[in-house]
């Protein structure tokens, strides 16, 4: 076995930091260029750096050298005003960076230390850049306002003449005060003294007021019928509902198939809109299924058993039915399985979710159950567990409809369903092996 001494170890030491600082420099000098993504809004603006035409126009990119530090960018484009940003290599552009776009390798006197390098430690030489997006808004040049209006298609008028907006609602006009008017069909028209500095243009954002009184009606749920004193006027939307009338009382009603009518006297001012909003009771009692938080965008698969029999697949569709007590199974594709049971007091809904989220990946294989399951036909509604009776073999085995029997059986067995009101049904079924069986038996009336 060799040994390495105390002096060879000191030069291995010096060597590796030559080497290191050589490295450094060998990088610092490959890394000649960078590039700076530029854009507009307007595009078709042309780029200069330092004053100097580059040829291109925005979205560009521009390439700077790494000899200097900063550069100067300006965007100009004719009818605004131009934009100047300084940009510093180092802070606003990543020189440096082995996980971006590629930059050149320069062939330099550094480049004769290369092959030491690699016998030392095997390096990749070629240097990487992250190009610097520079995004700006371009304004019109000139003065004026930026105006932000409520209807969209309103008339502006300056100084009593009808006035064209340029790109962007740009109002340009001479710098001193100003009269400016707008107006739209079936609006107030909005008056303002507006005075105007050298190349500043003031932001204005209004909404006309509507002309004449009446009501302003939004509300749930969509499509619900508007009344006043009996006279339709048209339907719920995601926008307010407009209905002009005369000032005093009236009679306002809302209605909507499977929910409660509304109905209250309003008063209507002159000369003005009120808003009103009406949210609509569900008529009768069940259960709504909430789509919780974390479902994808497409609605998966989705089952609601009410005592045994499939009631519902959507979400927010109300589930109507008798109160008292009932047995709910919700099954969503990707949640666990929610059983529970309810007591519906009349006039009332609940609002339900199903059950938690499947942890797949800490779920381990379990044992499947075995056995059947019997649902109720569609006709059949709702039944007291008193006047249910599933027998196998003529044993009673349960008093609920969709509830999980529990049973393995090699042979053929014999099922037999009897509910008050209803013929007897008796069949024999062969269960599954490795599930559950489901069975759905036809009951003729008595």
Known sequence: MSTIGPRTRIAARRIAGVALALLGLLLQACATESRVQVSSNPAGARILVDGLDTGRTTPSSVTLSTQRDSYQITIEKAGY????????????????????????????????????????????????FRPSDLNVDLEVAGQGARLEITPAGAEVYLDGKLAALLDGNYLVTSVGDHQIEVRAEGCKPWTRTLRVDERI?????????????????????????????????????????????????????VDAEGFKPWQDVVQVTADRYEAISIELALDGQGVRLRKPEGLPSRTPELQLFVDGQLQGSAFDVPVRMSPGEHDLEIRCAGRETRRLRINVAPGQFLDLQPGP??????????????????????????????????????????????????????????????????????????????????????????
């Open 357 to 446: 989220k499947q942890d797949t990946r800490a779920a381990r294989p379990q044992k499947q159950p075995a056995g059947f399951c019997i649902y109720a036909p569609s006709d059949l509604g709702p039944v007291a567990p008193q006047d249910v009776q599933i027998r196998v073999g003529g044993v009673l085995v349960s008093q609920r409809l969709g509830e999980l029997v529990e049973m393995t059986a090699a042979e053929p067995i014999e099922v037999e369903v009897v509910v008050r009101g209803w013929k007897p049904w008796k069949d024999r079924i062969v269960l599954s092996a490795d599930g559950v069986t489901e069975i759905y038996p036809r009951l003729e009336k008595e």
């Open 81 to 128: 005003n131009p934009v100047g940003q300084a940009v510093r290599l180092g802070t606003d552009v990543d020189v440096i960076d082995a996980d971006e776009a590629v930059c050149t390798v320069c062939v330099s006197p550094c480049c004769c230390f290369l092959p030491l390098l690699r016998f030392l430690d095997p390096v990749d030489v070629r240097t990487r």
């Open 201 to 253: 243009y003031q932001r204005i954002a209004l909404e006309l007021e509507i002309e004449g009184q009446g009501l302003l009606v939004s509300g749930t749920p969509g499509g619900a019928k508007i009344y006043l004193d009996d006279q339709f006027q048209g339907a719920l939307d995601d926008a307010p509902r407009r209905v002009r009338t005369t000032p005093g009382p009236h009679l306002l009603r």
